[in-house]
């Protein structure tokens, strides 16, 4: 068996017994009595066990431990440390198996045969099951996903590998990561998709596999190497246990301390996301649920947020808290509503709902615009299933932005036989929004007659949404021959199809919509 196993021990007697006892094994050995000596090997030919004393001189053996498993090239190798008193053996967390005291070099050889057996069979097994063209199945706690991708990575194997964590059925997570000739092309965790949903399952240590070789006919949501996803996520998973404890819990709650006013005008996406998703929930969990980077980079991002009091952490429960129905918006943007409308709850006759004129480039952009809104909470749709032109002036729906006040959606044909109507439907609102899909240069020509006219109504506010279809770009052209029609604030781009993206994009349209 031509293996590598790297013993680094201060005790040089001890060393050398445990050498003749691999080798009567018939395992392949070599003897260090200090951690740098231990290092410099391991990273330039990394073995398949390290057996490290725990005091080991320069580098103990804990800390060389850590850095190795925390390298993408040695992080898959069995560790077994030495213990040399009760204190030594009784410690926890390592991410390795403990010997002695005192230390029985023939069983920790023994050990080391059966530790390289374990992992030997487990490769076996799925090669071999791979080759035959059969599904196979295993615990993630004796393979991870890392070393099972990138197994399949090496084979260029094509099919879907099934993720399951939990015993009870009702409760248990599952997650599916999708093969096409090795690369990775799609992940799905709960409903979080593409390389988020990849990076939190590589973070899994517990549950079981099952890879079944099939032809993949889905679109892919993942474009990047596998390789360099792999090692992203690996890099990620062991900061992430590096400062575990100084990241907020998943179940505490937080809010913002701070006005989005007086944030600067240059910020990074990833914070300008958490900070947009903390307006509408307070449970971290569901603030990283719901932001579309890497469960990791949200936390931390979380914490240095906290860290500079912009973002103020309660550490309470669910159960302190009676459930509140889940809102869209904040507070601060009904009250400034409530202003602009003269709310008066004194006057029976007072406005409920300030009014948002839709303008729909044709039935397609009407009918995706009222699904994506449907989706938002707090949002009340009608019927859109329609797919004739839209030839009458109606009310779409409703969102609600707090207990007393909401934003009506308002539909209003762009053709221009229309014309006479579309001044009187403008009037009072809080501003139009022109909906746009397909052909940039299509749908602009199409709502152009009333862009035109409501631009000489006295304070018209004019918006435009551009909904991006999967894997369709902007027609940087057609914009660029449109200029006149936009400036910074008037411009809008969702994609289609990226629910929590989407729902944080409109929510983000609708704040600056809103006066």
């Known amino acids: 068996m031509s293996v590598t196993i790297l013993i680094a021990d201060g005790d040089f007697q001890r060393g050398k017994r445990l050498l003749a006892a691999c080798e009567q094994l018939g395992l392949g ?10 290092l410099e090997i391991a990273l330039s ?32 190798m069995g560790v077994i440390y030495l213990a040399d008193n009760g204190i030594e053996a009784a410690r926890k967390g390592l991410g390795g198996e403990i010997a002695g005291p005192p230390v029985d070099p023939e069983a920790v050889a023994r050990r080391v045969q059966a530790l390289l057996e374990e992992r030997l069979q487990g490769k076996e097994e799925l090669e071999l099951a791979s080759e035959e063209g059969s599904g196979v199945g295993g615990q993630l706690s004796q393979l991870a996903l890392a070393d099972l991708l990138q197994l399949f990575h090496v084979s260029q194997k094509t099919g879907i590998v099934d993720l399951r964590r939990g015993s009870d059925p009702e409760s248990a997570e599952a997650g599916q990561v999708l093969l096409r000739a090795g690369e990775i092309v799609h992940a799905a965790v709960g409903s979080i998709t593409g390389e988020k949903a990849l990076y939190r399952l590589l973070a899994w240590d517990r549950g079981e596999f099952k890879f079944a070789p099939k032809p993949v006919g889905a679109e892919p949501s993942i474009d ?34 701070i006005r989005r006013s007086s944030l600067p005008v240059v910020i990074h996406p990833l914070t300008q996301e958490v900070l947009l998703v903390l307006e509408a929930y307070s449970r971290i969990g569901d603030v990283v649920d719901r932001c579309s980077f890497p469960d990791y980079q949200v936390l931390r991002t979380l914490r240095t947020l906290i860290q500079r009091g912009m973002v103020e952490l309660r550490e309470e429960s669910d159960e302190a808290e009676a459930p509140k129905a889940r809102r869209l918006f904040s507070h601060a943007p009904g009250a400034r509503l409530r202003e602009w409308m003269g709310f008066d709850e004194a006057r029976a006759d007072a406005p409920r709902d300030a009014r948002l004129l839709v303008v729909a480039a044709d039935a397609a952009a009407a009918r995706e615009f009222s699904r994506l809104i449907s989706n938002l909470p707090g949002a009340t749709i009608g019927d859109s299933s ?4 839209i030839d009458h002036l109606g009310v779409l729906g409703r969102l609600e932005v707090d207990d007393e006040v909401g934003i009506e959606f308002v539909e209003v044909p762009a053709d221009p036989r229309y014309s006479a109507l579309w001044p009187l439907a403008a009037h009072g609102t809080v501003g139009v929004l022109m909906v746009l899909t397909g052909s940039v240069a299509g ?7 009333v862009s035109e006219a409501l ?23 057609a914009l660029r021959e449109n ?20 729902e944080v994009l409109l929510r983000e349209m609708f704040l600056r919509i809103l006066p």
């Open 29 to 38: 050995a070599k003897v260090v009595t200090h951690g740098a000596a231990a």
């Open 45 to 76: 030919a990394p073995p398949s066990v390290l057996v490290a004393q725990f005091s080991l001189p320069l580098i103990d053996g804990a800390q060389l431990g850590g850095i190795l498993q925390a390298n993408p090239r040695t992080r898959t």
């Open 224 to 257: 990047k190497p596998t390789r360099s996803l792999l090692q992203e996520g690996l890099r990620q998973n062991q900061e992430w246990a590096l400062h575990a404890d100084s990241l907020p819990s998943l179940d505490s709650k937080v809010h913002l301390k």
């Open 386 to 389: 329609d797919s004739g032109p």
């Open 443 to 449: 749908a602009l020509q199409a709502v152009r007659p």
């Open 455 to 477: 631009s000489a109504v006295p304070r018209a506010r004019i918006f435009h949404l551009l909904l991006l279809e999967k894997d369709a770009g902007v027609e940087a052209e």
């Open 483 to 502: 200029l006149s029609l936009f400036d910074d604030s008037s411009l809008f781009l969702i994609p289609i199809g990226k629910g929590n993206t989407a």
